[in-house]
């Protein structure tokens, strides 16, 4: 994944949100060697520097560099990092021609979904960082992605019963703490789109001011509007005056109104979903995340028939027929309303991984589904995202509801 970076590349952090790439790739195998290695293979870090700097969060194993820092030192060096990665990988080969269950296991299968996690988090950051750099100066990540023949498709409501239902991950499958445990809820009867909200969508709702329209905005998100002159959703460029291309990881591209709008926040997510409930009087809303896990399981979830990180288009795609509930694996996370919190009975993992995910249950939503930048086997129904509302820079975008 990170072949295709210049060296250059591998030291900008374009914002505090976004870490360089030097760093998520050193940082996955910090993750190895301080949970995996120091416990079971008596690991010590020789160069201190390396634990000090790949650090992310983890407060019970000591100081750390800032996150907003990470991309304005000029150590460790790129072939500090490197090295120190193939070292962490030759000692993990190792202890994995060994005995491996129980604990030991554990802890193996959290370290490569934790660098699952950042294989997606990297895709999007350099597609971040590429696309800073001012339009004279950018370059393609990866080959254009080719344009698919594709009319639109119509959107459909699709039923949901209500009642009582049981959601969260099964206990016989690896799932991150914060999907437990399995647990009853309500829902009143509802519908869900069959699809994602498109492009040509959206973009009725910038060109009708939707973006100047105080009415359709949680205060916050009006806050957040004025406060960083936000136009349209992230990478649109305009011409002329209206939207007409986009940045993507294949270089600067004519927007396909049948494709899936991205980098929409959840404050634009929710003021879209406001507007069309006012012009259309449809009821327009966006689901609750148990709403969109109990839709996952009685309309399907396909990750085989979805577009992922292994699909190499890094670039959500259109809506195709078949498939009842479309684009639900992959192409793009979806906002819902929920704010992220602990279900009933909740417990975090155990020792330093209790602070995994546990203490980011404040201001931030829950997001659903997994996108064109997630491994495929990553995700299933219950997995949690979760995201601060104004997050524009991963790949994310909206599925509506509406109450029968």
Known sequence: MAAPLASEDYRVQ???DVSPPWWNLGHT??????NVLEPHAGYRFENPGLEYALNSYYETHGARLERHRRGLVSRPTTDEVLAFRSDVDERMQVLLGGEVGGR???????????EQQHQELMVTEIKHILGTNPPALRRAYSEPQMLEAAGPQALEWLACDGGVRTIGAKEEEWAWDNERPRHRVFCEPFEMASRLVTVGEF?????????RDPLLWLANGWAWVQEDRVRAPLYWEQRDGASVTAWTLGGLRRLDPCEPVAHVSFYEADAYANWRARELGDGSR???EREWEVAALEHGFTPAAGNFLEDAALHPRPARAGATLQQAAGDLWEWTTSHYEAYPGYRPFDGALMEYNGKFMDNQRVLRGGSCATP???VRPS?????????QFQFTGLRLARSR
Not at 29 to 34: G, V
Not at 203 to 211: H, R, S
Not at 383 to 391: E, I, L
Request: charged fraction near 15%; aromatic fraction near 20%.
């Open 286 to 288: 966006l689901p609750s």
């Open 29 to 34: 195998s910090w993750f190895f060697a301080k």
């Open 383 to 391: 997995y949690r995202n979760f995201w601060p509302a104004s997050t």
């Open 14 to 16: 374009s914002m505090p």
């Open 104 to 114: 030991l296991a554990f802890l193996v299968e959290t370290g490569l979904q934790h």
């Open 203 to 211: 973009a009725e709702f910038v060109d009708a001011g939707g973006y």
């Open 376 to 378: 495929r086997d990553h």
